[in-house]
C-alpha cells in the first residue's frame, strides 16, 4: 500500500520555524520527485516546494525562497521542508506528493498554524 505521512506541522508563532516531514512507503521513493504544496484556509492548492529525485535539484515557490529548505534522504524515504521566519499567512495544510511519470501519490496533509 502506497503511504505519505506528513508530520512536524503544529502552532508556531511568527517568527518561528517548523520542520516537515513526509514519510514514504510502498514504492521506490528514489525514484520519485517530490513536492510540497499547501492550501490555506479558503483558499486553494499552492504548490512551495520541489526536489528532484537524487535531492540535487531543488526548487522553490517565490513566497518561500530564503526560508524554507526543501531535502529528501532517500536511504529512509524521506523527505523534509524546513521552515524558517514563518507568517501568518504561512497557516495551511501542507501536503507531500510524489510524482513519477502517469503517477502521482498525496499525504493527507499537516497543519501549520502561525500566530501569536
Known amino acids: 500500500e502506497v503511504q505519505l505521512v506528513e508530520s512536524g506541522g503544529g502552532l508556531v508563532q511568527p517568527g518561528g520555524s517548523l520542520r516537515l516531514s513526509c514519510a514514504a512507503s510502498g514504492f521506490t521513493f528514489s525514484n520519485y520527485d517530490m513536492r510540497w504544496v499547501r492550501q490555506a484556509p479558503g483558499k486553494g492548492l499552492d504548490w512551495v516546494s520541489a526536489?528532484?529525485?537524487?535531492?540535487?535539484?531543488?526548487y522553490y515557490a517565490d513566497s518561500m525562497k530564503g526560508r524554507s529548505t526543501i531535502s529528501r534522504d532517500n536511504a529512509k524515504n524521506t523527505m523534509f521542508l524546513q521552515m524558517n521566519d514563518l507568517r501568518p499567512d504561512d497557516t495551511a495544510v501542507y501536503y507531500c506528493?510524489?510524482?513519477?511519470?502517469?503517477?502521482?501519490?498525496w499525504g493527507q496533509g499537516t497543519r501549520v498554524t502561525v500566530s501569536s
Open positions: 506528493s510524489a510524482h513519477s511519470g502517469p503517477y502521482n501519490y
Open positions: 526536489i528532484k529525485t537524487d535531492g540535487g535539484s531543488t
